[in-house]
């Protein structure tokens, strides 16, 4: 079955201490990226790849990192998280020919 | 001025009814356009792309109109399952390769 994998599914954390959430998707998709998804804001984009080893910043990236050493794989990096971050996270992937976005099921982080 | 605009709606309407939502770009670069359906904080899933020509999939429609820069979605005899939140997607591949959302359309359809 094609899709787009993201863990942990939920996460509650404390300012400051490190998290990864992981994104991996089975389609062979060029493309990837992470948005985050605020009330009133609708979704925002935080980081996309275009292939593996390119990666650039979307609209808010800042506070986040991302690496992209495998084509399947997208984690997003929070190396300090704050208050600030508390939010619906979702990873998606797409074929660069049809530009057709695949979202994973999001990840909702609390931090304290 | 935000770069996808919607309007956030509630819409409220009853089964049976036609509805159709608008939604603005600014940038004249945009080159691909899409519909997506959002329920209640799940993830968003691809209802149509947008052509040029317009195009239609059973009772939805969808239109571009590259002259005054929005995109419309119409949806005929509304189902109670058509209730969830409407997305407007633009993609910008000039330089970068950026997609971006409108915040969305809220539908509710009333039995």
């Known amino acids: 079955e094609a899709q787009v994998t993201q863990n942990p599914r939920y996460l509650i954390t404390v300012t400051g201490k490190k998290l990864t959430v992981t994104c991996s998707q089975n389609m062979n998709h060029e493309y990837m990226s992470w948005y985050r998804q605020d009330p009133g804001l609708g979704l925002r984009q935080i980081y996309y790849s275009m292939n593996v080893e390119v990666t650039d910043k979307g609209d808010v990236p800042e506070g986040y990192k991302v690496s992209r050493k495998e084509k399947r794989n997208f984690p997003l990096i929070l190396e300090s998280p704050s208050p600030n971050q508390t939010s619906l996270y979702f990873c998606a992937s797409s074929s660069t020919l049809t530009g057709t976005q695949y979202f994973g099921p999001g990840t909702r982080l609390l931090v304290l | 001025r935000k770069e996808v605009e919607q309007d956030p709606g509630p819409f409220n309407v009853p089964e049976g009814a036609t509805v159709a939502f608008n939604c603005t770009y600014s940038?004249?670069?945009?080159?691909?356009f899409f519909w997506y359906r959002q329920d209640c904080r799940k993830e968003p899933k691809l209802l149509m792309s947008v052509y040029s020509s317009g195009n239609e999939d059973g009772r939805f429609t969808a239109q571009l109109n590259r002259a005054s820069q929005y995109i419309s979605l119409l949806i005929r005899d509304s189902k109670l399952s058509d209730s969830a939140t409407y997305l407007c997607v633009v993609n910008i591949p000039s330089g970068t390769y950026k997609y971006i959302f409108g915040t969305g359309t809220r539908l509710k359809v009333l039995a």
């Open positions: 940038n004249s670069a945009s080159q691909s």
